[in-house]
Antibody, heavy 122, light 110 residues
Framework: QVQLVQSGAEVRKPGASVKVSCKAS????????MHWVRQAPGQGLEWMGI????????TFAQKFQGRVTMTRDTSTRTVYMELSSLTSGDTAVYYC???????????????WGQGTLVTVSS | QSVLTQPPSASGTPGQRVTISCSGG????????VNWYQQVPGTAPKVLIF???QRPSGVPDRFSGSKSGTSAFLAISGLQSEDEADYYC???????????FGGGTKLTVL
């Protein structure tokens, strides 16, 4: 079955960087884009960006441009999201989610990874 | 503040029908399809409705979606205790070049 498995929880100090991984299985890795979405404690969902595992091209939400990097390793079917210059406001659960589409140009996220808690604290 | 506006809470008794609204604008819901996600606290979101009204396999037909102009709606009929969760609408925004979400609606089954 299609599955996305993310790396474990991380704790970082303000100003540091964090790299979260998302390993895909159960489908052709390069056929579907991967999104990253985060959720601060008690808050809603916030889209961060997307990576095309086939060619590695990326698009980021304006809020994160210059601070986020998304990469992929096709040999291990893994995508990575790295966020730099962390502040307490970046404390959140970070999710990867596969982008699906149909012939009517609808797009949606399915499935989602289990989430990775990143805590930024001095 | 979220780009898409949802009521923060909704409630109903078992068996009732509940509707959750999602209000947007011409750059998102007005021209793009809407998806709905269900999130049980402590777990990852799960797609409930995609393309305004389509249900993935495995989602009960008690859940239905619709769209009118710049608003979308999620209806849940025959409410069950297991439906207690947070519900989020989402759409692509052409002006922001980003996916945008509603702030979420916490559904309580009384």
């Amino acid at each position: 079955q299609v599955q996305l498995v993310q790396s474990g929880a991380e704790v970082r100090k303000p100003g540091a960087s964090v790299k979260v991984s998302c390993k895909a299985s159960g489908y052709t890795f390069t056929n579907y884009h991967m999104h990253w979405v985060r959720q601060a404690p008690g808050q809603g969902l916030e889209w961060m960006g997307i990576i095309d595992p086939s060619g590695g091209s990326t698009t980021f939400a304006q809020k994160f441009q210059g601070r986020v990097t998304m990469t992929r390793d096709t040999s291990t079917r893994t995508v990575y999201m790295e966020l730099s210059s962390l502040t307490s406001g970046d404390t959140a659960v970070y999710y990867c989610a596969r982008g699906l589409y149909d012939s009517s140009a609808s797009n949606w996220f399915d499935p989602w990874g289990q989430g990775t808690l990143v805590t930024v604290s001095s | 503040q979220s780009v898409l506006t949802q009521p923060p809470s909704a409630s109903g008794t078992p068996g009732q029908r509940v509707t959750i609204s999602c209000s947007g604008g011409s750059s998102n819901i007005g021209r793009k399809t809407v998806n709905w996600y269900q999130q049980v606290p402590g777990t990852a979101p799960k797609v409930l409705i995609f393309g305004n009204y389509q249900r993935p396999s495995g989602v009960p037909d008690r859940f239905s979606g619709s769209k009118s102009g710049t608003s979308a709606f999620l209806a849940i009929s025959g409410l069950q205790s297991e439906d207690e969760a947070d519900y989020y609408c989402a759409a692509w925004d052409d002006s922001l070049n980003a996916w945008v979400f509603g702030g979420g609606t916490k559904l309580t089954v009384l």
